[in-house]
Nanobody
Framework: QGQLVESGGGLVQAGDSLTLSCAAS????????LAWFRQGPGKERDIVAA????????YYLDSVKGRFTISKDNAENTVYLQMNSLKHEEKDVYYC?????????????????WGQGTQVTVSS
């Protein structure tokens, strides 16, 4: 079935930028889209951004609009998340996820495959 492997997490100061990558393996013919979620200790896993694999549709959490950009490279089977002006409260584990159909992008239960996560630490 393939895997999703995130990379690019690390330690930055508030106001800095960081780019995350998600390298996917396996076939893509059934893929509707890929997305980024984030989760802190004891909190729900929340959608950050989503992108349609064979199309132009994107979705962003309201709080990241204008600061984060999700993009893809279909040939490389990779999705990216460019994060600008990071805030301290956005210190979370960021996960890449795949869904097979276009419905309820913000619901984690709609996703069939997940990466292991990459830690983003934002210092003040």
């Amino acid at each position: 079935q393939g895997q999703l492997v995130e990379s690019g997490g690390g330690l930055v100061q508030a106001g800095d930028s960081l780019t995350l990558s998600c390298a996917a393996s396996g076939l893509t013919f059934n893929r509707y889209g890929l997305a980024w979620f984030r989760q802190g200790p004891g909190k729900e896993r929340d959608i950050v951004a989503a992108i349609q694999w064979e199309g132009d549709y994107t979705y962003y959490l309201d709080s990241v609009k204008g600061r984060f950009t999700i993009s893809k490279d279909n040939a490389e089977n990779t999705v990216y998340l460019q994060m600008n002006s990071l805030k301290h409260e956005e210190k979370d584990v960021y996960y890449c996820a795949e869904r097979l159909y276009g419905a309820a992008e913000s619901d984690p239960f709609e996703y069939n495959k997940w990466g292991q996560g990459t830690q983003v630490t934002v210092s003040s």
